[in-house]
């Protein structure tokens, strides 16, 4: 079982949808949380980043952490055609293997005019 | 800032042969990881260093992959020799050692090994 499950989709929605994206895990030690953004033929890219559970919102982007469950999620209102990417969840732990990244398989997204 | 420089940004070669795959990290950083896409197995780890010391190269699939650090500004991940289940687009990313997890990536080399 791979630490970080990601539905890697497709999804397609149409423009001005609510977009859920989501991801579980199974290492506790899990501490920094975040959502990064790849457009295609491009390096992934920082969208955003949560320290252990709670909620964190920016702009249309809403991130949340649920520790007890293994669960996070990225939502996205009014998306746009400009939102179409690849979405990848990655986690980390504190510590002495702060810095490493574990990623989701990503979950591509495509919104539609 | 230039950002993470990768080369070469595509290289297509035959199995067997050697491949070399270079990063440039952002000047300041101090963390450098070499990742690996793939559409069945998507971003994976393959080895990360810390003052151009490898901490974890635990992913790093067999001894046909190398990687080093020479000095601050420059790594390398090569292979040798190339087989066709290599073909991937390899990242490199930088970040500070401090951080606790926005890495920086480069834009990737894709290689096709034929």
């Known amino acids: 079982q791979k630490e970080v499950e990601q539905d890697p989709g497709p999804l397609s929605v149409p423009e001005g949808a609510i977009v859920s994206l989501n991801c579980t895990y199974s290492?506790?030690?899990?501490?920094?949380f975040m959502w990064y953004r790849q457009y295609s033929r491009k390096g992934p890219e920082l969208l955003m980043y949560?320290?252990?559970?709670g909620n964190k919102e920016d702009g249309r982007f809403t991130a949340q952490v649920d520790k007890s469950s293994k669960y996070i999620s990225l939502f996205i209102r009014d998306s746009q055609p400009s939102d179409s990417a690849t979405y990848l969840c990655?986690?980390?732990?504190?510590?002495?293997?702060?810095?490493?990244?574990?990623f989701g398989q990503g979950t591509e997204l495509s919104v539609k005019p | 800032d230039a950002g993470v420089i990768q080369s070469p940004r595509h290289e297509v070669t035959e199995m067997g042969q050697e491949v070399t795959l270079r990063c440039k990290p952002i000047?300041?950083?101090?963390?450098l990881f070499w990742y690996r896409q793939t559409m069945m197995r998507g971003l994976e780890l393959l080895i990360y260093?810390?003052?151009?010391?490898?901490?974890?190269d635990s992913g790093m699939p067999e001894d046909r992959f190398s990687a080093k650090m020479p000095n601050a500004s420059f790594s390398t991940l090569k292979i040798q020799p190339s087989e066709p289940r290599d073909s991937a687009v390899y990242f490199c990313?930088?970040?500070?050692?401090?951080?606790?997890?926005?890495?920086?990536f480069g834009e990737g080399s894709r290689l096709t090994v034929l």
């Open positions: 990313a930088s970040s500070l050692q401090s951080s606790t997890g926005e890495l920086f």
């Open positions: 290492n506790s030690a899990f501490q920094y």
């Open positions: 949560t320290y252990s559970s």
């Open positions: 990655a986690m980390s732990q504190a510590g002495n293997q702060g810095g490493k990244l574990i």
């Open positions: 000047s300041g950083h101090n963390s």
């Open positions: 260093f810390n003052n151009n010391v490898p901490i974890d």
